[in-house]
């Protein structure tokens, strides 16, 4: 240390002066405040003992009075008491006479303990064994658990009214029933009330004096409004003469038919409506299983849910392959599917019987673990394989029922044979006046639905950019709950486009916020092989799982449960409420969103559209690294996206809860076949919607009688149509009809009042008429159009635990050949055999061949159009060594359509002799340009991801089958579909030069299709050409629309597919003589890069075009194995191992770009004769995987 330093801490300085004496001041401010606060602190002393003083002279004088309540009760209870006293004795003497040996099938009611631990005595203790009651034990067992819990069920008394009581012999016991009407707000329903029933309830409420001193007739209340008392329990509410409990003495003595007599029954009723008058007890789950109502029985949309209700003994197992399921003296015949492993086949075991509660619904049987509980533990949904077996033959015991359809078995079992009886009898009733328990057309599970008679709306949509915006809507409105399934489900896709705008239309944060208000989301994915695809399923289910706790989702199937993954779950639904659906080929999930003008790159100067990983082109580069979606994966700048083409639907009504009831057959099998989704709940379809005459409130038939009210008022008035003309009222019916169809008219004739220029009818200025005419149009468009609607599946037992299910396929090739005039079909794969073609089953070219070649031998006039992609949507070029799947569609694809014995095109031209096949069908594709400033003008194909089929613009198929093996055999795939059928006509359109009429629905989706494709508007006379396609005019225009298109294309890009490149080597020819770059394969990725970033994406070629031979003859498969060896090998290629790189040289193109102006739309030619001459299937691979 410094001497320096010594001094300064040996010294005091300044410094320590200051800090002591601001200490000083300190202490003093302190102890001032302790002073202030102790003055403070007496007072408050002083108030405080003042309060006490209050408080116990108000305490002294509520004492005071409460001592005289409680003398006043006491002597109450003493008279009552030596009354009960009474009773008891004189029903011990009854027992003492009747004996102690009691019949089969004794009940001891022991179990409705009191308050003070012990049991109550049966005033009627001999003549209960007697009287066994038939459901008994199935209402009151529980109650040792939960006899004191609430349950919520009624908002107010409901009106009961014993009707009649009858008394049957059944040895060995005998019992006697009443028959109870009920009525809630407007539902009404009967029960069958014991006697025995009735005793126990009378015990239950003995045992509890909290709720027998608690009626009130006055009013209702659903809460408690008495007070408390010091010991915590309810105090009494004085009762009413009115409200006072019957006397059952003689009741509980009487025997046989004496019990159901009028004076009985009187007393019964009396009983009743003493009990629904005590909010305490009608709030008990012992009332509420006494009138068999829950939790889950009235809904605000539906009304009463159930037919019956009550506790019965259930398990509930798989059903598997076995068909007959037979339970015989306790050993079970069964079969199961394996769902532990591929090798070794282990039984399933049955668990234990338990006792729940089983509610008997319009189409399904629902089993919840407690009658307080709202969602189902199972659930049993009738279908056409329903059967119901009892007796001892079938199930080993005379109280036990099997229940079973294709996917499960359900047991149960009742107490006594009369209760089985019973619930055996309404289950057969309830399932046979079913539509779900019946076959159906197609062998569809669900039925055709009439828009005459029951709600069924359908709207088409066309590319993402609609179909997504409708779906959002939805979604905002959902009440209850959401279901979505779907291949690949992105959480962070946008609904609403450009999404800086719309933040809020995000998937995960519209879920959130309708979870947060309490809706129940669903999601069903289908669960990849993380080897073969780079969906990352497990990343969206964690996000979507953080949501909310209302946010289930579930991931389907287990690869080691259901045949190594093979096939999938290719659904696409999304489904509101059970009252909106939306099916078709769109997923929720990134690259689908897109406009009917399916540009390439961003709008310069705007928002992108297209965020992250949104902005793709499968064939360059396939999805990567999704769990980073707001990564881009190619260069935006130089990369065109790929524009997707879709066709989606909306469906509202019947066909929606429909589609909604094949989400929850789904989901329940998954739940069931899943030992992680246990902590899962089984879902319960909602109830169809009522059957009524729909075209009794046509509004234009209401219209028409509002406009005779109307004149008739006019006329009474001495008014004439020009007197209510102005600004005010209907100057028009076109108004009249506005103003009905906005729905603000009431029931009344709008009041009348005088003016100078008459008396006006005073109504809506026209201006608000106008506006809520638009919002009711809005409402109406959004809905769509009024059809006959049918659902339609590929499900099987892998799948759904069903039988195999092909309605789709089936429902394709009904249409095809009951077709008039037309078929147009969009899909993404053709894949499809001939009779006797063994390599593909399923017959939809077969249909189209046969139905072709009848038109030929009719003279008939009639066309098939497919339009489907140029190429697969699969990375690479087609001899790469990886793109196997690109070679095997393109094989499977051209084997269906012209290439072979078993192709469409060969078979036509060898059955139609003299007659051209192009007359009647024609394939095409898509594809779109940019012509950016100061960039070089770029192509690409059009996607075509569709999976539509329009038959004589009356008759659609949309969904999400493709027409391949996968998705239209039913037992590979799962897929959904749905047909609509117009239901109105359109006035002033028809086929065939005006031999057909089409509907509203199927032509205007055609024609939207069609605007789009050809470029067309309405109004135009091209597009009044191709509204008859049939024509011959309009159907060689449209070839040669197609085909002008393509040679355009190919004079500029030299794009492929063309028919001028028959063989690999070609291809590499034209790529190694611009570039001189390898074409190998090797280095693909660095290879496409260096080839863009230097506009080298472009070589030369003929640019020659020709149209389609006629001539089948050049369509023989020859490999040229000699030209595929002689291509050079090095280090780098020009492929990015896709085919969209042109063939023309930058210069060229640039040269020839003003060619582009006369493309007109993105109609096509499809190829037909691309690498005709090589080889493209595959041998190391199995067939199934490209069909």
Same mark, same amino acid.
Request: hydrophobic share 35%; glycine share 6%.
């Given at each position: 240390?410094?001497?320096?330093?010594?001094?300064?801490?040996?010294?005091?300085?300044? !410094?320590?002066?200051?800090?002591?004496?601001?200490?000083?001041?300190?202490?003093?401010?302190?102890?001032?405040?302790?002073?202030?606060?102790?003055?403070?602190?007496?007072?408050?002393?002083?108030?405080?003992?003042?309060?006490?003083?209050?408080?116990?002279?108000?305490?002294?004088?509520?004492?005071?009075?409460?001592?005289?309540?409680?003398?006043?009760?006491?002597?109450?209870?003493?008279?009552?008491?030596?009354e009960?006293?009474?009773?008891?004795?004189?029903?011990?003497?009854?027992?003492?006479?009747i004996?102690?040996?009691?019949?089969?099938?004794?009940?001891?009611?022991?179990?409705?303990? $009191? /308050?003070?631990?012990?049991?109550p005595?049966?005033?009627?203790?001999?003549?209960?064994?007697?009287?066994?009651?038939?459901?008994?034990?199935?209402?009151?067992?529980?109650?040792?658990?939960?006899?004191d819990?609430?349950?919520?069920?009624?908002?107010?008394?409901?009106?009961?009214?014993?009707?009649?009581?009858?008394?049957?012999?059944?040895?060995?016991?005998?019992?006697?029933?009443?028959?109870?009407?009920?009525?809630?707000k407007?539902?009404k329903?009967?029960?069958?009330?014991?006697?025995?029933?009735?005793s126990?309830?009378?015990?239950?409420?003995?045992?509890?004096?909290?709720?027998?001193?608690?009626?009130?007739?006055?009013?209702?209340?659903?809460?408690?409004?008495h007070?408390?008392?010091?010991?915590? =329990?309810?105090?009494p509410?004085?009762?009413?003469?009115?409200?006072?409990?019957?006397?059952?003495?003689?009741?509980?003595?009487?025997?046989?038919?004496?019990?159901?007599?009028?004076?009985?029954?009187?007393?019964?009723?009396?009983?009743?409506?003493t009990?629904?008058?005590?909010?305490?007890?009608?709030?008990?789950?012992?009332?509420?299983?006494?009138?068999?109502?829950?939790?889950s029985?009235?809904?605000?949309?539906?009304?009463?849910?159930? =037919?019956?209700?009550?506790?019965?003994?259930a398990?509930?197992?798989?059903?598997?392959?076995?068909?007959?399921?037979?339970?015989?003296?306790?050993?079970?015949?069964?079969?199961?599917?394996?769902?532990?492993?591929?090798?070794?086949?282990?039984?399933?075991?049955?668990?234990?019987?338990?006792?729940c509660?089983?509610?008997?619904?319009?189409?399904?049987?629902?089993?919840?673990d407690?009658?307080?509980?709202?969602?189902?533990?199972?659930?049993?949904?009738?279908?056409?394989?329903?059967?119901?077996?009892?007796?001892?033959?079938?199930?080993?015991?005379?109280?036990?029922?099997?229940?079973?359809?294709?996917?499960?078995?359900?047991?149960?079992?009742a107490?006594?044979?009369?209760?089985?009886?019973?619930?055996?009898?309404?289950?057969?009733?309830?399932?046979?006046?079913?539509?779900?328990?019946?076959?159906?057309?197609d062998?569809?599970?669900?039925?055709?639905?009439? /828009?005459?008679?029951? $709600?069924?709306?359908?709207?088409?949509?066309?590319?993402?950019?609609?179909?997504?915006?409708?779906?959002?809507?939805?979604?905002?409105?959902?009440?209850?709950?959401?279901?979505?399934?779907?291949?690949?489900?992105?959480?962070?896709?946008?609904?609403?486009? /450009?999404?800086?705008?719309?933040?809020?239309?995000?998937?995960?944060l519209v879920?959130?916020?309708?979870?947060?208000?309490?809706?129940?989301?669903? !999601?069903?994915?289908?669960?990849?092989?993380?080897?073969?695809?780079?969906?990352?399923?497990?990343?969206?289910?964690?996000?979507?799982?953080?949501?909310?706790?209302?946010?289930?989702?579930?991931?389907?199937?287990?690869?080691?449960?259901?045949?190594?993954?093979?096939?999938?779950?290719h659904?696409?639904? !999304?489904?509101?409420?059970?009252?909106?659906?939306?099916?078709?080929?769109?997923?929720? @999930?990134?690259?689908?969103?897109?406009?009917?003008?399916?540009?390439?790159?961003?709008?310069?100067?705007?928002?992108?559209?297209?965020?992250?990983?949104?902005?793709?082109?499968?064939? *360059?580069?396939?999805?990567?690294?999704?769990?980073?979606?707001?990564?881009?994966?190619?260069?935006?700048?130089?990369?065109?996206?790929m524009?997707?083409?879709d066709c989606?639907?909306?469906?509202?009504?019947?066909?929606?809860?429909?589609?909604?009831?094949?989400?929850?057959?789904?989901?329940?099998?998954?739940?069931?076949?899943r030992?992680?989704?246990?902590?899962?709940?089984?879902?319960?379809?909602?109830?169809?919607?009522p059957?009524v005459?729909?075209?009794?409130?046509?509004?234009?038939?209401?219209?028409?009688?509002?406009?005779? %009210?109307?004149?008739a008022v006019?006329?009474?008035?001495?008014?004439?149509?020009? @007197?209510?003309?102005?600004?005010?009222?209907?100057?028009?019916?076109?108004?009249?009809a506005?103003?009905?169809?906005?729905?603000?008219?009431?029931?009344?004739?709008?009041?009348?009042?005088?003016?100078k220029?008459?008396?006006?009818?005073?109504?809506?200025?026209? #201006?608000?008429?106008?506006?809520?005419?638009?919002?009711?149009?809005?409402?109406?468009?959004?809905?769509?159009?009024?059809?006959?609607?049918?659902?339609?599946?590929?499900?099987?037992?892998w799948s759904?635990g069903? %039988?195999?299910e092909?309605s789709?396929?089936?429902?394709?090739?009904?249409?095809?050949?009951?077709?008039?005039?037309?078929?147009?079909?969009?899909?993404?794969?053709? *894949?499809?055999?001939?009779?006797?073609?063994?390599?593909?089953?399923?017959?939809?070219?077969?249909?189209?061949?046969?139905?072709?070649?009848?038109?030929?031998?009719?003279?008939?006039?009639?066309?098939?159009?497919?339009?489907?992609?140029?190429l697969?949507?699969?990375?690479?070029?087609?001899?790469?060594?990886?793109?196997?799947?690109?070679?095997?569609?393109?094989?499977?694809?051209?084997?269906?359509?012209?290439?072979?014995?078993?192709?469409?095109?060969?078979?036509?031209?060898?059955?139609?002799?003299?007659?051209?096949?192009?007359?009647?069908?024609?394939?095409?594709?898509?594809?779109?340009?940019?012509n950016?400033?100061?960039?070089?003008?770029?192509?690409?194909?059009?996607?075509?991801?569709?999976k539509?089929?329009?038959?004589d613009?009356?008759?659609?198929?949309?969904?999400?089958?493709?027409?391949?093996?996968?998705?239209? @055999?039913?037992?590979?795939?799962?897929?959904?579909?749905?047909?609509?059928?117009?239901?109105?006509?359109?006035?002033?359109?028809?086929?065939?030069?005006?031999?057909?009429?089409?509907?509203?629905?199927?032509?205007?989706?055609?024609?939207?299709?069609?605007?789009?494709?050809?470029?067309?508007?309405?109004?135009?006379?091209?597009y009044d050409?191709?509204?008859?396609?049939?024509?011959?005019?309009?159907?060689?225009?449209?070839?040669?629309?197609?085909?002008?298109?393509?040679?355009?294309?190919?004079?500029?890009?030299?794009?492929?597919?063309? #028919?001028?490149?028959?063989?690999?080597?070609q291809?590499?020819?034209?790529?190694q003589?611009?570039?001189?770059?390898?074409?190998?394969?090797?280095?693909?990725?660095?290879? !496409?890069?260096? %080839?863009?970033?230097s506009?080298?994406?472009?070589?030369?070629?003929?640019?020659?075009?020709s149209?389609?031979?006629?001539?089948?003859?050049?369509?023989?498969?020859?490999?040229?194995?000699?030209?595929?060896?002689?291509?050079?090998?090095?280090?780098?290629?020009?492929?990015?191992?896709?085919?969209?790189?042109?063939m023309?040289?930058?210069?060229?193109?640039?040269?020839?770009?003003?060619?582009l102006?006369?493309?007109?739309?993105?109609?096509?030619y499809?190829?037909?004769?691309?690498?005709?001459?090589?080889?493209?299937?595959?041998?190391?691979?199995?067939?199934?995987?490209?069909?």
């Open positions: 240390m410094s001497p320096t330093e010594q001094s300064e801490s040996t010294s005091p300085s300044a !410094v320590d002066v200051v800090k002591a004496a601001m200490q000083q001041q300190q202490q003093r401010d302190e102890q001032q405040q302790q002073e202030q606060q102790q003055e403070e602190e007496e007072e408050e002393d002083q108030e405080d003992q003042k309060q006490v003083e209050e408080q116990q002279d108000e305490q002294l004088k509520q004492q005071q009075q409460q001592q005289q309540e409680q003398q006043e009760g006491d002597q109450e209870k003493q008279e009552e008491g030596q009960d006293q009474e009773k008891v004795q004189e029903g011990q003497q009854d027992d003492q006479e004996g102690e040996e009691q019949p089969r099938g004794y009940t001891d009611y022991s179990v409705f303990n $009191t /308050p003070t631990g012990q049991a005595v049966s005033a009627a203790g001999g003549d209960r064994a007697r009287f066994e009651s038939s459901e008994s034990s199935d209402f009151f067992d529980f109650l040792h658990h939960h006899s819990d609430h349950i919520h069920v009624f908002d107010a008394p409901p009106e009961v009214h014993v009707v009649g009581g009858r008394s049957e012999d059944s040895w060995p016991t005998r019992y006697v029933e009443y028959d109870v009407e009920l009525k809630y407007t539902f329903w009967k029960v069958e009330i014991s006697k025995s029933a009735i126990s309830l009378w015990f239950y409420i003995k045992s509890r004096p909290h709720l027998r001193h608690a009626p009130s007739s006055v009013a209702f209340m659903p809460s408690d409004d007070g408390v008392g010091s010991s915590g =329990v309810p105090e509410t004085p009762l009413t003469s009115e409200s006072r409990w019957p006397q059952l003495r003689k009741l509980f003595l009487s025997t046989g038919e004496k019990s159901v007599s009028r004076e009985m029954i009187a007393l019964v009723q009396q009983l009743l409506d009990v629904v008058k005590v909010p305490r007890l009608l709030r008990s789950p012992y009332v509420a299983a006494l009138f068999q109502v829950s939790n029985t009235f809904d605000d949309d539906m009304g009463r849910t159930s =037919v019956r209700e009550g506790w019965l003994k398990r509930f197992w798989l059903k598997g392959n076995r068909e007959n399921v037979r339970i015989n003296r306790a050993s079970a015949s069964w079969d199961n599917e394996c769902f532990n492993c591929m090798c070794v086949v282990k039984r399933v075991n049955l668990r234990a019987k338990s006792l509660w089983v509610s008997l619904k319009t189409s399904s049987i629902v089993i919840y407690s009658i307080e509980d709202t969602h189902a533990h199972k659930a049993f949904l009738f279908d056409k394989k329903f059967n119901i077996e009892r007796g001892l033959a079938t199930t080993g015991s005379t109280t036990t029922m099997l229940v079973s359809n294709e996917t499960y078995v359900l047991q149960m079992e107490k006594t044979k009369q209760v089985l009886k019973k619930w055996a009898n309404d289950i057969r009733r309830v399932a046979d006046a079913s539509n779900w328990s019946q076959s159906h057309r062998g569809s599970f669900a039925i055709p639905r009439n /828009p005459a008679h029951v $709600t069924s709306f359908a709207q088409w949509y066309v590319d993402g950019c609609g179909a997504y915006e409708a779906m959002f809507h939805a979604l905002q409105s959902a009440k209850k709950e959401i279901f979505i399934a779907g291949w690949w489900v992105c959480p962070t896709i946008h609904l609403l486009r /450009p999404a800086e705008q719309y933040p809020e239309s995000r998937l995960d879920l959130q916020k309708k979870a947060e208000e309490g809706v129940r989301v669903y !999601v069903l994915m289908y669960k990849e092989i993380a080897m073969a695809l780079t969906l990352n399923s497990m990343y969206s289910k964690q996000v979507l799982e953080k949501l909310h706790k209302n946010v289930h989702v579930l991931r389907d199937p287990d690869f080691l449960m259901k045949q190594l993954g093979l096939w999938s779950h659904e696409k639904i !999304v489904s509101v409420d059970q009252r909106v659906s939306f099916v078709g080929g769109l997923d929720l @999930c990134f690259g689908r969103w897109d406009t009917h003008d399916h540009e390439l790159f961003d709008e310069p100067g705007k928002p992108t559209n297209f965020v992250g990983k949104d902005y793709s082109n499968p064939r *360059v580069k396939d999805f990567i690294e999704v769990d980073r979606p707001e990564e881009d994966m190619i260069d935006r700048n130089t990369v065109p996206r524009p997707w083409h989606h639907c909306r469906l509202e009504g019947q066909p929606a809860r429909d589609v909604a009831r094949h989400f929850v057959q789904r989901w329940n099998y998954s739940v069931s076949t030992k992680k989704s246990r902590k899962l709940h089984h879902l319960v379809p909602m109830k169809d919607y059957v005459n729909v075209d009794k409130r046509n509004p234009k038939k209401m219209t028409k009688r509002f406009q005779k %009210a109307v004149r006019r006329a009474m008035r001495g008014l004439s149509n020009a @007197c209510a003309n102005g600004s005010r009222g209907f100057n028009s019916d076109r108004r009249m506005r103003m009905l169809s906005s729905q603000h008219m009431s029931d009344d004739m709008p009041p009348a009042h005088d003016d220029a008459g008396v006006i009818l005073d109504l809506p200025d026209e #201006d608000d008429c106008d506006e809520a005419f638009e919002r009711h149009q809005q409402k109406v468009d959004a809905r769509g159009y009024r059809v006959n609607t049918q659902i339609l599946r590929s499900l099987s037992l759904g069903v %039988a195999t092909r789709i396929q089936d429902a394709y090739i009904r249409l095809i050949g009951s077709s008039k005039h037309f078929v147009y079909i969009e899909n993404q794969f053709f *894949v499809s055999g001939l009779e006797g073609d063994h390599g593909c089953s399923n017959r939809i070219a077969n249909a189209l061949v046969e139905r072709i070649i009848r038109a030929s031998d009719n003279n008939e006039k009639f066309r098939v159009m497919v339009v489907m992609p140029l697969p949507a699969f990375p690479g070029k087609p001899d790469d060594k990886d793109a196997s799947s690109l070679r095997g569609v393109m094989y499977w694809q051209y084997r269906s359509i012209c290439r072979g014995e078993h192709s469409m095109y060969q078979r036509l031209y060898q059955d139609l002799e003299d007659d051209d096949p192009f007359k009647y069908i024609a394939f095409y594709g898509l594809r779109n340009h940019s950016r400033e100061g960039a070089q003008a770029q192509t690409e194909e059009v996607y075509i991801h569709s539509v089929m329009i038959v613009d009356r008759s659609c198929i949309i969904g999400s089958a493709n027409i391949n093996e996968r998705s239209m @055999c039913g037992d590979r795939d799962s897929e959904i579909a749905v047909l609509v059928e117009d239901h109105e006509l359109e006035k002033g359109v028809a086929l065939a030069g005006g031999a057909y009429n089409v509907g509203k629905f199927g032509h205007s989706f055609r024609m939207k299709l069609f605007e789009e494709h050809f470029g067309i508007e309405p109004g135009t006379p091209l050409k191709y509204r008859d396609p049939v024509e011959k005019d309009a159907w060689f225009s449209m070839q040669e629309q197609a085909m002008n298109n393509h040679q355009i294309y190919d004079s500029v890009f030299g794009c492929l597919p063309s #028919d001028s490149v028959t063989t690999f080597a291809i590499d020819s034209h790529i003589s611009a570039q001189g770059l390898d074409t190998s394969g090797r280095g693909a990725d660095e290879a !496409v890069a260096a %080839a863009l970033e506009s080298a994406g472009a070589f030369s070629n003929n640019g020659e075009s149209r389609a031979s006629s001539s089948m003859s050049a369509l023989a498969m020859s490999p040229h194995d000699s030209a595929r060896a002689r291509r050079t090998k090095g280090s780098k290629s020009a492929f990015s191992g896709a085919m969209n790189v042109n023309k040289e930058s210069a060229h193109i640039a040269e020839k770009k003003h060619e102006s006369n493309v007109q739309g993105h109609i096509v499809f190829p037909l004769e691309f690498l005709v001459d090589e080889q493209l299937e595959p041998k190391l691979f199995p067939a199934e995987l490209f069909q």
